[in-house]
Each structure stands twice: as structure tokens, then as C-alpha cells.
């Protein structure tokens, strides 16, 4: 019986040897490779790694119970791994402008003692690890330029959605009226679902030979509203979740960000507690979160959340049920709701 979390893990080393050997190649000197191979194991591991997972997984599904050679193995969690490499140079830069504290229970990268801003440069080539990996190991394929292509345009959905959370709540101006559950709705669907639900399953299904830009198009229409499930829930946790469990410390509040609590409050707010908001809201003084909390307790923003979760569990199923592309299969979706349904991390 194959242990697919151990056939993911086993992949991390392999790469890890091949980037090192990359760069001794290139006559680096020992100093930078060793602080390149700390940036790797701080930044890349320590994740949940249901990004990377997905990819095999997903595979599995659609070779309809077809067991998969070891070099499909290894090279489905090599893509699973490249989703990885993304997520890092994505965290370290959003980190960095966020000006947050902790990620995965540890400090975030440039508040490591010398590092600080070498990290936007550390962001840079992690990225670049994944277009080398890919021309290692895929430059033969067919698919070869479908996945670079993916990548790149993934790539650029994230750092739109970036931009807009970015524009719509700067730390130093907070202005709520910008915010809206349309805005949130965009930011949402580019920075969280394309890389983390439409990216594994589209490599799966470019590694299962799959062409038809209708089964593409069909798997976006449920993995994108997935997607935005799944970022609401993390906003809900942000400020109701347990550090310990979730591994960081919520400072959505703090970072004047646009999640779905703020929407939900101003939507239903009276103007005495709208008039709390306006003035606590993006603070960084605990006495301004605090009240920020208080009237987000008085509009029972845990209730709407739990609503929230049933109507969306309910709707994602729904549109799951008519998944009918013969090149698909309704397991795909449903081994994502299994894993994020009431989740507390």
C-alpha cells in the first residue's frame, strides 16, 4: 500500500540536491549556498502541504483507479513541490508587506537576524527554482509549455489579487470605505484560489494528458468558489482560531485588512458601532482590537460565519453533483471538501 504523504516527502531532498549541486556547479561561493539552502528549508517546509499533495492525488483520481508508474509518482509531487516553491516566494513577499510577526508557528523569514530585506531577493530565487526544476524534468514532455504557461499566468492571478488587497487596505490609511464583499470576493479568487485549488488540479490534468479547454473550464467553476470558501474560513480563523493550532498569530484587524469579518460587520453595523470601526479598525493598540472584536461579537459575526459555512457547503455540492465532463470526475472536488469542511487550521 503506497503512503502518498511519504512519496511527497521523499521528492523535497532530491530537489533540494539538485538546486545545491546547481549552484556548486556554478562555482558560488560556500557562504551563499549555505544561506540559500537555509532560506529553502525555512521558507518551503513546515506547511501544511495540501497544495503539493493535491497534485498526485489528484492524478490518482483521474487514471480512474490506474496505478501510476514511479516516474509518474515522482513527477506528479515534483509539481506538487513547484506548488510549494510558489507558496514560499509568495509568503516571504507577503510577509515582508505585511509586516507580520510569525508564519508556521516560527518567525517569518526577514525578521531572521540578518536577513531582513536579502528576503525580497530570497523571494526571488525561490521562484526561479520552480522554472528550473520544470526544464529539468519536463523539457521532453508535450505538456512542457502548457505548465510553464500555467505557472507564469497563476503567477500573475496571485499578484493581482496582491495588488488589489494592497490598494484597497494600506496599513498606514485606513479608510473602510473602500472595502466591499465584491472587493473581497476578487481578492479572494486571485491571490488564494488559482494557486491553491486550480493550479494542482490543472497540472494533474495536464500530466493525464487532458486537452479539452471545456474540462479546464468546468474544473475553474467549482475550484475558484472553492477557493473562496476556503480564504473566507481563513479570515474566520484569523481572529477566532487558536495561534497554537493555525501557527501564527491573526492580524487581520491590525493589518486594516479587507477580510470577509470586517465586510459582514459593515454591512450590518449601526452607526454608533460603524462609528467604532472607523476609528479601531487597522489600529495597532490591543485596546483598538479589542473593540474592533467587541462589535463583531454584538453583530454575531461567529454566527454569520457558520451560515456562511453551511449555505457554501451546500452550494459547492450542488455544482460538484453536475460535474459531467468525461475526462473529470466528481471525486476531485469532493476530496477538497473533505479536507477544508470545518476545518480549524
Not at 556554478?26 to 497534485?55: C, D, Y
Not at 469579518?261 to 479589542?290: C, F, H, M, W
Request: hydrophobic share 40%; with cysteine.
Amino acid at each position: 500500500m503506497s503512503d502518498p504523504v511519504k512519496e511527497f516527502n521523499d521528492v523535497f531532498p532530491i530537489l533540494a540536491e539538485e538546486l545545491l549541486a546547481h549552484l556548486r556547479s556554478l562555482n558560488i561561493p560556500q557562504n551563499a549556498i549555505e544561506w540559500f539552502e537555509r532560506s529553502m528549508r525555512h521558507n518551503v517546509l513546515g506547511g501544511k502541504m495540501n497544495r503539493g499533495l493535491t497534485v498526485a492525488e489528484t492524478l490518482r483520481i483521474l487514471k480512474r483507479g490506474e496505478a501510476l508508474s514511479q516516474e509518474e509518482i515522482f513527477k506528479a509531487n515534483l509539481l506538487g513541490w513547484c506548488i510549494e516553491w510558489l507558496q514560499a516566494f509568495f509568503l516571504v513577499s507577503d510577509d515582508i508587506m505585511d509586516n507580520s510577526k510569525t508564519r508556521r508557528g516560527q518567525p517569518c523569514w526577514y525578521r531572521i537576524e540578518a536577513v531582513g530585506n536579502i528576503a525580497i531577493n530570497d523571494a526571488f530565487i525561490l521562484e526561479s527554482a520552480i522554472y528550473f526544476f520544470l526544464k529539468k524534468h519536463f523539457r521532453k514532455d508535450s505538456y512542457y509549455v502548457d505548465l510553464i504557461e500555467l505557472f507564469h499566468e497563476t503567477t500573475y492571478q496571485t499578484e493581482l489579487g496582491q495588488l488589489l488587497d494592497l490598494i484597497t487596505a494600506p496599513e498606514d490609511n485606513v479608510d473602510l470605505t473602500k472595502f466591499s464583499i465584491e472587493k473581497h470576493s476578487f481578492i479572494v479568487t486571485y491571490k488564494t484560489a488559482y494557486y491553491s485549488f486550480y493550479l494542482p488540479v490543472a497540472l494533474a490534468m495536464h500530466m493525464a494528458g487532458v486537452k479539452d479547454e471545456a474540462a479546464f473550464k468546468q474544473a475553474e467553476q467549482i475550484l475558484l468558489p472553492l477557493g473562496e470558501y476556503f480564504q473566507v474560513q481563513d479570515d474566520y480563523l484569523d481572529c477566532y482560531g487558536n495561534p497554537a493550532t493555525i501557527g501564527k498569530i491573526g492580524t487581520d484587524i491590525e493589518d486594516n485588512k479587507c477580510s470577509w469579518l470586517i465586510n459582514q460587520a459593515l454591512a450590518k453595523a449601526t452607526p454608533e458601532q460603524r462609528k467604532v470601526l472607523d476609528e479601531s479598525y487597522g489600529r495597532r493598540d490591543e485596546a483598538n482590537v479589542l473593540a474592533v472584536k467587541e462589535v463583531f461579537k454584538q453583530i454575531d459575526v461567529e454566527g454569520l460565519f457558520k451560515t456562511y459555512e453551511e449555505e457554501s457547503y451546500n452550494r459547492l455540492n450542488a455544482l460538484i453533483a453536475k460535474v459531467d465532463h468525461p475526462l473529470l470526475s466528481q471525486d476531485v472536488f469532493t476530496s477538497f471538501m473533505k479536507r477544508i469542511y470545518k476545518r480549524t487550521k
